[in-house]
């Protein structure tokens, strides 16, 4: 065998790293270290979720009766959805997604910080006044054409408040495109000796994959939100039938970016799933190369399907070929999900918050991924299109799926950002409750749509109302299960228990030091272990002891170590 | 393939236990996806074309396959969880399994089936919705924020009686001259059993949806070109409500909906037809009277924004456009001056060309609705009477083309020309309209 690699150069010093003391201050101003910026990221990720998630409960309000009671006009309503569509996409998962990459990337790969700190800064420090564009909207004249803004009723009929929705959004497409040319680098340069691209942990995998989708597709967002602003103030009409233009190149322009924005929000998440199952159930990931490999085929066919969002008004003979790559696309999802059923199968699981979340994406994931299937069926897609069930799939893949894995990474790095660990009891209580009132808010909608319910109304018939009345009720839960999660992070980052350097006993190189790490990140170089998930390999529980050793072990061990360092391990 | 992943990945052959194992789950999954599919009648509305049919048999074909895989993925979830939980006191990892390439393949291979199959069978189903089908009937609809109009041209032949067309008002002449039909205009969609029917949609101002659960069809309406849907119905029935608009369309988008009436044949179909074609061959003499008909029979969306107390059993509550109690007066004076037209004049460009004059403090939103020159003439004559002391503080002159020669079916039928023809247009057209109140009046 080879001889067993230390995470520290030489492994000369002795054990006193301390970590830095994180100081509140420092997160409210310029910074370009990437941790910083991440925790930026991530923090006001979290502000706007609770901004859509209030935004949901007002829709949620709006629709335990059949009538519009809650809000005045329609207008009001159509104003809720649209700007909650918006928010949690734009304002929440793909930024939150970007908080994670920031701050694990560099971590992850041993480096100091980000290929171009400066470039990271800025990207993010278009998100505040983009946020703020964005809640402006509301106040200044309705954005009521859903968070797709087809023309001609977001162009001839929808107030300003539409145009700085747009505004907000082309910020925020430029916020993406400066982040994700920064990750394509940062992988591609940064890594360390010893990380050739089948040593790379596949959150990096995913974040290149999210990356390089960002870069080729925002531009074309860009190009159609700049054609519609023209149309809303300049008086073109690039999409105005009435005056030569057409509505529908708006929506293949659109969606040629949105579809592959699903597997933007997506991918990332699939990638820290990767890293909690495989830490948490002790075992390697199942065909890692054919995961990692997934995933670049996702970002690639994603980009072939975008026309499946239009199949009730494409020409109907080039519906047919997109139905074609949509089914084609389930077969890398399918791969994905039978790879981490096999990382768990002969783990040692550990039914940490994290780990609870990470499996609870899975038993969701794959009802949306079914749903998927049915929806790229062009006959059934032409009965549903547009209903319910639409809004079901959709939250079973970005909330059972982003969200999801979104929770699992907050419970697995939170240790790792601040140093000490969220409190598991609350975290069960958070899952407990995130997983029945997500179930049971988003399934039944499901029956809703298919029995004839339309999405984006304020309006339905009678007899949709005790649907909607479980499916309400269910949306409260859930969203009280986020201020649980919220008064844990709260609580646990003054009194949490002191984490140590590396909690869960993970092989990536984000571990191999001090919680919060230093702002160089590593005291030497690191040498990362030749396998990020090589669980159940003797080497491994060296490698792993030698960090506790060097780092020195938290209050609280969640993974319990082995009673003397040169033993065996369990098998 | 389930149970192959776990207990002897290392060993040389396959064990005859995993083989029973793997037997056994698969049967079970398979039988499980099936009890599953028999929910699929219960997840539909009524199946009430000849498209729901496919379109369910597809779906059961889908839940089978995609319950089969959701009972897989959660069963080896909770098995996995109960199995490999790590016991109190264990400190160890799990085994160093990195793959298996058989077991990659195999469950690469079996989606990459499952979805070639669903391809083809979508493909066949999809085909035989798209193609035109013999006998065709064509209907014209328009789709307007946030109503639905429905124009069909019917001979006069349908009548069952003879009629002197050299009576009838000149636009109908016109229109008879053109191909020998009668286009006549309706909110309701009418139909009768296995006749297939083509609609022909256009959208007036933004995208809208044509939608009818119970025949699983779907067509979104799109500015500026003219789509089309193919049903065939066969059960016959009413259907309130039965048309929903399914693609954002505004403050209204959820109350866009109309109804439809399925006749159990040919003959009956016309008798549905007969009253609207009489109104249009026979209109009422007196412009008052022909005006309010139009409005109140809802074929153009004005109800859907404007509110109008003389119409409210017509659902005119609208709280979009100005409010059109006392509009007569308005147009007498302040409006009047502002424009520099006629009051009547007035009127009439603001329902020809609506964005001429925009009342001060409401947008530009109501769009060009097509309405044929003697329907606006006609809605300005109503419209005049809506003033606080009741009767027109105006004249409007109606021209000539539009002053109907008063006529009649012949025999025992008395002229229809006034309140008998609105009797026998209230008998049909207006239950499923009373219908559509119904179930709107409780959202407002």
Known sequence: MASITLPVGGGTQSGAAEAPKLRVSDFLRWSVDHKIIGVQYMAVALFFFIVGGTLAMLIRWELLTPNLDVVQTGTQYNTLFSVHGLVMIFLWIIPMMAGFGNYLVPLQLGAKDMAFPWLNAFAFWLIPPAGILLIGSMLVGAPESGWTQYPPLSTLYSGDGQTLAALSIHLLGISSILGAINFIVTIKNMRPAGMGWWQLPLFCWATLATAIIVVMATPFLAGGLTLLILDKIAGTSFFDAGNGGDPQLWQNVFWFYSHPAVYIMILPGMGMLSEVLATHARKPVFGYKMVAISSMAIALVGFTVWAHHMFTSLTPELRVPFMITSMIIAVPTGIKIFSWLGTIWGGKIRFTSAMLFGLGFLSMFVVGGIGGVMLAAIPFDIHVHDTYFVVSHLHFVLYGGSVFTIYAGIYHWFPKITGRMLDERLGKWHFALTYVGFFFSFFPMNFAGMLGMPRRVAYYLPEFQSVNTVISISAFVLGISTFVMLYNIWISMRHGKKAGANPWRALTLEWATTSPPPSTNFIDDPVPFHDPYGYGDKDSQAYLDDIDKRFGVGEDVPVPRPAVQPAASGD | ?444
């Open chain 2, 1 to 444: 393939m389930a149970s192959t992943t776990p207990s002897k990945p290392s060993s040389g052959g396959l064990q005859t236990t995993t083989i029973i194992a793997v037997v056994v789950v698969g049967i079970l999954l398979i039988v499980g996806g099936i009890i599953l599919g028999q929910a699929t009648p219960l997840l539909f509305p009524q199946q009430a074309s000849a498209e729901a049919a496919q379109v369910d048999n597809l779906f059961h074909i889908m839940l089978v396959i995609g319950g089969a895989i959701f009972l897989l993925v959660q069963g080896l979830l909770v098995f996995s969880m109960w199995r490999f939980r790590a016991r109190k006191g264990e400190t160890g990892d799990g085994e160093p399994i990195h793959g298996n390439t058989t077991l990659e393949i195999v469950w690469t291979a079996i989606p990459a089936v499952i979805v070639f199959v669903l391809t083809i069978l979508s493909w066949q189903v999809f085909n035989s919705l798209q193609a035109p089908k013999p006998g065709e009937a064509s209907v014209v609809v328009a789709g307007a924020r946030f109503n639905w109009a429905f124009t069909y041209n019917v001979p006069l032949s349908i009548l069952g009686y003879e009629v002197d067309e050299t009576l009838l008002p000149p636009d109908v002449k016109d229109d008879l001259a053109d191909d020998g039909t009668v286009s006549i205009t309706s909110a309701t969609l009418y139909s009768y059993v296995n006749q297939p029917v083509a609609l022909a949609m256009d959208a007036r101002d933004v995208i809208h949806a044509f939608w009818v659960p119970a025949f699983r069809v779907k067509q979104d309406l799109i500015p500026g070109r003219t789509t089309t849907v193919r049903f065939t119905p066969t059960v016959a029935d009413t259907y309130p409500s039965g048309i929903q608009c399914a693609e954002l369309c505004g403050a209204n988008h959820g109350i866009m909906r109309a109804d439809i009436v399925v006749a159990e044949n040919e003959a009956e179909y016309n008798k549905l037809l007969t009253p609207i074609l009489e109104s249009r061959l026979f209109p009422p003499a007196d412009p008052v009277v022909r005006g309010r008909a139009i409005l109140e029979s809802n074929v153009y969306p004005c109800y859907t924004c404007h509110v109008l107390s003389d119409l409210s059993s017509a659902n005119w509550v609208g709280n979009v456009g100005p409010a059109l109690d006392g509009v007569a007066d308005r147009a007498a004076t302040s409006r009047a001056n502002a424009t520099s037209q006629t009051a009547a004049e007035y009127l009439y460009t603001s329902i020809h060309e609506p964005g001429a004059y925009l009342v001060p403090g409401y947008g530009n939103l109501m769009p060009q609705l097509g309405v044929p020159e003697c329907d606006v003439w006609a809605m300005v004559a109503y419209l005049a009477t809506q003033s606080t002391s009741g009767s027109a503080p105006f004249e409007v002159v109606q021209p000539d083309v539009c002053i109907p020669q008063v006529s009649g079916p012949p025999g025992s039928e008395p002229p229809p020309a006034g309140e008998a023809t609105a009797e026998a247009a209230a008998e049909t057209e207006v239950v499923p309209a009373e219908a559509t109140a119904e179930a709107t009046a409780e959202g407002s």
